[in-house]
């Protein structure tokens, strides 16, 4: 991901808030890295707002198949190896064939790990930008 304004490289950051019941609320923004212009008048955007850009233009979205096959089959081979182990369930394996890598990418973008989402971000070809809080895709050339 870059910036749309400066060309810089989008960076996390992560914000803490003490509530009043106690607990901590972690919220993750993401922004202008700023390397190329230290002026840089970009804005945050949320993580909840990136995901949701996201999962609107995923179908736009140039994959790097194989490595998103990769991915969804490690994660396959824990779910067969869960029901197995844990529910005792020896019923027809799923296979990769059946899903639409598109749906695997959107749900690991909402309920996925940071580290999940970083790996599966890594297999997008095409160029994301970040201009004032607006996601856009354009081709890798």
């Known amino acids: 991901m870059t910036c749309g304004l400066c060309g810089s490289g989008i960076s996390a950051e992560e914000k803490y808030k003490q509530l009043k019941d106690g607990t901590t609320a972690t919220y993750r923004y993401y922004g202008c ?6 002026y840089c008048k970009n804005q ?29 089959e ?5 779910y067969n190896k ?8 020896q019923k027809k394996k799923t296979k990769h064939e059946d899903i639409d890598l598109k749906t695997y990418v959107k749900y690991i973008l909402r309920d996925g790990t940071s580290q999940e989402k970083r790996e599966l971000m890594g297999c997008f ?17």
């Open 33 to 38: 890295s700023r390397a190329k212009d230290r």
């Open 82 to 89: 869960f029901n197995l182990g844990v529910l005792g369930v």
């Open 125 to 141: 070809k095409s160029k994301i930008k970040i201009t004032k809080k607006v996601v856009t895709i354009s081709e890798c050339r």
């Open 44 to 72: 945050y955007l949320q993580e909840k707002d990136l995901t949701d850009q996201f999962i609107k233009l995923i179908d736009s979205v140039d994959l790097n198949e194989a490595g998103v096959k990769i991915k969804f």
């Open 74 to 78: 490690e994660e396959l081979r824990r």
